[in-house]
């Protein structure tokens, strides 16, 4: 104790948020929000509902995301700095979900990898949700080096990870291509957030609120969801673009084509390597 305040060192299972806020110091974000009429999507949600099966509001944003970034690649991409700045475009779409978990008694964030949900479809981003919120980190083999990494060595330990943030091939496997963030479980209407890849959402709470209908007044559910970008790889016209197709989409539910979930490819959490804090 130190005139009555308590002063320890971070959490050692706080550590990798702390290196991954490091390493996104060099961003350029710009931040963009709308609002989404979410009926169709909750008629739909309500559906499935009564055939027993749960879709999260996340993972109709992950499939409109991915499915929007595939006619957009330039987005589909990531910037490193420094003397001789790169920017590498991925054929891969994949995004990352930032979940809510406890590691040791420390509440922490931890993230997994979704590939190409655009193609697996709901189930398969369902299923690999599923997985990761149910079961205890201590259990995933998948976070090996994650538990790995909070008991080496500072200096070690961000060094290790900064190896692994700064390799760009390997961001579609251990960060995604784009992420989502959500805090709509709680009461929050919107965020803005930084997730470490060029297009990042964030997902408020759905809600009702007046919408205009064919110069009507009515009630709907509505998504507050925005986007940030990274100026050093996009401009602000094609994240406009990017987030008002987005929207489309989810107000347009189903009217899209959605992937079939056969062999679709399983989830990997990328908290081993480069997280996102909310």
Partial sequence: MVGGIRIDEPARERRHTLFFLEEIKDFAPVFLDTEID???????????????????VVSYVLVAAAQ????????NAAFQGGRRPRVARFEEIAGKVTLDKEIDGTRLVLA????EPH??????????LDRIRDTDPADLPELARLRELHTL????????????????ELRPRITGTFAVTSLGHRAVDGFHSVGGTTLTLGVGRVTDRPVVRDGSLAVAPVLR???????RVIDGAEAADVLTEIRQVL????????????????????????????
């Fill in 112 to 115: 997994t990898v979704v590939p």
């Fill in 225 to 231: 969801l925005s986007l940030s970008f990274d100026h």
């Fill in 153 to 168: 060595p500072w200096r070690r330990g961000r060094a290790l990870f900064r190896k692994a943030a700064r390799a760009l």
């Fill in 251 to 278: 107000q347009d539910w189903p009217a899209h084509t959605e992937g079939e979930e056969d062999g679709a490819a399983p989830g990997r959490p990328a908290a081993e390597a480069v997280p996102a804090p909310e």
């Fill in 119 to 128: 193609t697996g479809g709901l189930d398969a981003v369902q299923r690999i």
């Fill in 38 to 56: 979410t009926t169709r999507v909750q008629e739909h949600r309500d559906a499935a509902r009564r055939a027993g099966v749960r879709y999260s």
């Fill in 68 to 75: 929007v970034l595939a006619t957009h690649p330039e987005a």
